[in-house]
């Protein structure tokens, strides 16, 4: 909490000195064609953002009862895990910093240094702490409507044996003599709301999947790949394939491995989801995106802008942010 607190006094007041500088270089309006030249303050005040959000969550479930920090066993754990968090929230504007300040050796560097911490903290909670597969982000986000309706567990039980369920429709009715009040009424269905107090129930009495040996160095291996990747970019250079090729083969090996793998909890199968569809990230990884899919994805999105209304508004800023895009969050990702 206090880890939390004193980060988020730091960023507010350098958020607060980025946005008079913003508003002395820029006036009182904010223009769309300077985007590029402001990235790092709009990057920054997103990151304050998600900082507050961590530490909003973080003292919900600090003083709730029903703690969805649900994997944190110990004190060490949960400190390891608020500074995993908190350093995935700024890695990216921590690079654009270092790049502004000491140029692209400077930016390599501060990369390098966030990837060895990342990868020694999530080793320490795989191997020490037994966390099992790793999420993104490390703590999970607090489900308000459980939470919420978790707070009635012992009326909604009652409630429900009084719900009539449709022979034919099978929809579940309640009657109005037994609903909540209106101030606390959530307006869904008794099931639905059955579903979202087990699905947190779940989620907080299980424990990680135990992976076993082969997993456990399959999941070293997904952890450790960035390190790789970055290790064969300085020694193949930019532009080769090795470092692409080598990244692919160790995330599409890993994951091989604990796709076999039965988890017995939602939360780590989402997970399992999440990287599946992390996948397709490679088509905008370089050297790929530049010599295969960045003339493809500009045709699409300007076929889309010339011949379908409404989409323009979207599509054309796309294309225009796409190449700053794809450099800042594809560029190095392993």
């Known amino acids: 909490m206090a880890i939390l607190s004193k980060i988020q006094q730091i960023c507010i007041l350098i958020s607060i000195i980025l946005f008079k500088y913003k508003l002395k270089t820029e006036g009182t309006r904010y223009s769309c064609t300077k985007w590029n030249n402001k990235q790092e303050?709009?990057?920054?005040?997103?990151?304050?953002?998600?900082?507050?959000?961590?530490?909003?969550?973080?003292?919900?479930?600090?003083?709730?009862?029903?703690?969805?920090?649900?994997?944190?066993?110990?004190?060490?754990?949960?400190?390891?895990?608020?500074?995993l968090s908190v350093l995935e929230h700024v890695e990216v504007f921590l690079e654009m910093g270092a790049c502004k300040l000491w140029g692209e050796v400077g930016r390599w560097l501060v990369?390098?240094?966030?990837?060895?911490?990342?990868?020694?903290?999530?080793?320490?909670l795989l191997l020490w702490y037994k966390s099992g597969i790793q999420t993104s982000p490390p703590i999970i986000p607090l489900d308000r409507s459980a939470e919420?309706?978790?707070?009635?567990?012992?009326?909604?039980?009652?409630?429900?044996?009084?719900?009539?369920?449709?022979q034919r429709s099978g929809r579940v009715i309640r009657p109005l003599g037994s609903g909540p009040s209106l101030q606390a009424r959530l307006w869904g269905a008794p099931n639905q709301q059955k579903k979202k107090r087990s699905s947190l129930k779940e989620k907080l009495h299980s424990k990680p999947?135990?992976?076993?040996?082969?997993?456990?160095?399959?999941?070293?291996?997904?952890i450790g790949r960035p390190l790789v990747h970055l290790l064969c970019l300085g020694l193949c250079g930019k532009q080769s394939w090795k470092p692409w090729l080598v990244s692919g083969v160790l995330e599409l090996s890993s994951?091989?491995?604990?796709?076999?793998?039965?988890?017995?909890n939602r939360w780590e199968r989402a997970?399992?989801?999440?990287?599946?569809?992390?996948?397709?990230?490679?088509?905008?990884?370089?050297?790929?995106?530049?010599?295969?899919?960045?003339?493809?994805?500009?045709?699409?999105?300007?076929?889309?802008?010339?011949?379908?209304?409404?989409?323009?508004?979207?599509a054309r800023p796309l294309m225009d942010y796409l190449p700053t895009w794809q450099r800042i969050y594809f560029y190095n990702w392993g």
């Open 41 to 83: 303050v709009i990057k920054f005040q997103f990151e304050c953002h998600l900082i507050s959000v961590l530490q909003t969550e973080s003292e919900r479930a600090h003083h709730c009862s029903h703690l969805v920090l649900c994997c944190v066993q110990s004190l060490s754990q949960q400190r390891l895990l608020t500074w």
């Open 111 to 124: 990369i390098g240094l966030i990837q060895i911490f990342k990868t020694i903290f999530r080793l320490v």
């Open 255 to 264: 994951f091989a491995v604990l796709n076999d793998t039965k988890f017995q």
């Open 209 to 222: 999947t135990p992976l076993g040996l082969q997993e456990t160095i399959a999941e070293s291996v997904y």
């Open 271 to 314: 997970e399992m989801r999440r990287r599946t569809f992390l996948l397709l990230y490679y088509l905008l990884r370089s050297p790929f995106y530049d010599k295969y899919s960045e003339e493809k994805i500009l045709f699409l999105l300007r076929l889309l802008a010339d011949h379908v209304p409404g989409i323009g508004l979207i």
């Open 148 to 166: 919420l309706g978790g707070e009635d567990d012992g009326d909604g039980e009652q409630q429900d044996d009084t719900c009539f369920v449709g």
